[in-house]
């Protein structure tokens, strides 16, 4: 009996939690699945599983076992995609998650370029504010520009972008230009994402700033189309302000008190195996995304 073979059963029986589970998943017969286990029992010399007429589970050896030769069974299955996707056009779905703003400025553009290069390709893309459980919404890949929350996740960091303080003319012309922080206090500042202090840096390190206004969202776009209306004053990553920047209308306050910066990173969810095909497009954005930021 193959190792390997014997080896593959042993696990399609843990994870699909049976003899004829691990039959339907792996296409093999449950005689075949349960050969397989048996003479790998008996080259072991232990019993991995506890058999009942009701059920299947692992022994104390059947658990260690399954720890240490699962990580190589996943290990093994990425090099041969790898393998096979370096001389055979990558294809399958890929699902991506980005925030609403950013995703409009800098991933969809690039959405094009990557379908071209890759044609048989499926990418389903979400756009949202929200931090979404990557598992839980079997995201593949994320791209966020924020602290990653999720201590299991596996980050790569593509690029960085700087916070800014604007407003509009129309709205200072109105109300003054607040010439340091703590002058926000007498300011409507609007509210993103219930984020009511905002981080400045001064002499002595960074501090925080209480900021309140009238209005509040849980999008960009909603706190951007009020600093431009002259509503109040937004703090934003320059990265989602893109040609907003150039407008004459607007104009960055406190520059000389803001040093903070956030990173933009790809996001995967925690995983041993990670598909050939998400592995070329967090390349893909990896690249293209730090040419573009």
């Not at 190792?3 to 093999?28: I, M, N, Y």
């Not at 299947?56 to 076992?65: A, K, M, P, S």
């Not at 004053?233 to 520059?255: C, H, K, V």
């Amino acid at each position: 009996m193959d190792q390997f073979q014997a080896l593959s059963a042993f696990v399609a029986v843990v994870e699909a939690g049976g003899f004829t589970a691990a039959a339907r998943r792996t296409g093999e017969s449950q005689s075949v699945i349960s050969k397989s286990v048996g003479a790998l029992e008996k080259r072991l010399g232990v019993q991995l599983f506890n058999r009942t007429t009701r059920s299947v589970t692992l022994t104390h050896h059947g658990r260690l076992y399954y720890e240490r030769t699962k990580p190589l069974l996943d290990e093994m299955a990425q090099v041969n995609e790898e393998l096979i996707s370096s001389t055979v056009e990558i294809s399958g779905l890929v699902r991506i998650a980005t925030s609403a703003t950013f995703g409009r400025l800098h991933v969809l553009p690039l959405i094009p370029q990557l379908l071209a290069l890759h044609p048989k390709l499926k990418l389903d893309l979400t756009l949202s504010d929200s931090v979404q459980d990557l598992l839980m919404e079997g995201i593949d890949v994320a791209i966020r520009v924020s602290p990653v929350q999720n201590p299991d996740a596996v980050v790569r960091r593509v690029s960085t972008t700087s916070l800014v303080c604007v407003g509009s003319r129309s709205y200072f012309a109105q109300h003054g230009v607040p010439a340091t922080p703590a002058d926000l206090a007498g300011h409507n500042c609007l509210i993103y994402n219930d984020i009511t202090s905002w981080t400045f840096s001064g002499p002595h390190g960074t501090f925080s700033v209480p900021v309140t206004g009238n209005l509040s969202s849980n999008t960009v776009e909603t706190i951007l189309s009020a600093v431009r209306a002259g509503v109040g004053i937004g703090m934003f990553y320059r990265a989602t302000l893109a040609g907003q920047s150039q407008d004459p209308n607007l104009m960055m306050i406190l520059e000389k008190f803001i040093g903070d910066s956030r990173d933009v990173s790809l996001i995967w969810p925690h995983r041993k195996f990670i598909s050939a095909r998400v592995r070329q497009v967090t390349d893909f954005f990896a690249t293209a995304l730090a040419q573009r930021i």
